[in-house]
């Protein structure tokens, strides 16, 4: 069955590090991958999308890498401050039926 | 309106008795979803509406979960006999026609005592 898998551990850091987060998928092959961040209380909100044909995006302080022969994405931020602070989530979606499926996400909590 | 709207933002319910959750799509926005997470955990797929098309229902955990989608704008999500394992924040989200980006609503967090 497919499956998506993110470090289960929060990521704990200080703050004006660069923030590496990881999400690993099996059983299938997504068309695109897109990362949300979550606060507590709050739905998800999304941040970016990643096409199978691109190996990078960067938006402002946010980069994500998609590695299809890893089945791999990498979500990195730099220069992280206290307020990214959160949880994120991969969401790699199907080719087929363009249906996202959700990593369990990802702790993030940046120390000042 | 501006965004996805849920509601009630909270609901409390014995074990047992029915309980509905409603979802307001942002306007135009042709797909529906409805997730389900329990507490530090990671969002369940449960049912997608999109368009006129039959729901995909594939991650319903029971039968005694249901949705429905009137007008292709408002949808409702019913968990008939709640168990206490029901307990969790529902969150519905929507997209465009063609687009791929979810927008979610801040959720429904139903507690069954």
């Known amino acids: 069955s497919q499956k998506i898998e993110q470090n289960s551990e929060a990521l704990n850091i200080q703050e004006g590090k660069t923030a590496t987060l990881t999400c690993n998928y099996t059983?299938?092959?997504?068309?695109?991958l897109q990362w949300y961040r979550q606060d507590p209380g709050r739905g998800p909100v999304f941040l970016l999308l990643?096409?199978?044909?691109?190996k990078e995006k960067r938006k402002e302080r946010l980069k994500v890498t998609f590695d299809t022969t890893l089945k791999q994405s990498l979500f990195h931020i730099t220069a992280s401050q206290p307020a990214d602070s959160a949880t994120y989530l991969c969401?790699?979606?199907?080719?087929?039926?363009?249906?996202?499926?959700f990593g369990q996400g990802t702790t993030l909590q940046v120390k000042p | 309106g501006a965004g996805v709207s849920q509601s009630p933002s909270n609901k409390v319910t014995e074990k047992g008795k029915d309980v509905e959750l409603r979802c307001d799509p942002i306007?135009?926005?042709?797909?529906l979803y409805w997730y389900r997470q329990s507490l530090g955990q990671g969002l369940e797929f449960l049912i997608y509406f999109q368009g006129n098309s039959a729901p995909d229902k594939s991650g319903l955990p029971s039968d005694r979960f249901s949705a429905e989608r009137t007008g292709g704008s408002v949808s409702t999500l019913t968990i008939q006999r709640t168990q206490q394992e029901d307990s969790a924040v529902y969150l519905c989200?929507?997209?465009?026609?063609?687009?791929?980006?979810?927008?979610f609503g801040a959720g429904t967090r139903l507690s069954v005592l």
């Open positions: 989200a929507s997209t465009g026609a063609g687009a791929a980006i979810q927008y």
């Open positions: 969401a790699p979606v199907s080719s087929n039926t363009g249906k996202l499926i």
């Open positions: 306007s135009g926005h042709t797909a």
């Open positions: 990643i096409r199978e044909n691109e």
């Open positions: 059983n299938y092959s997504p068309a695109y």
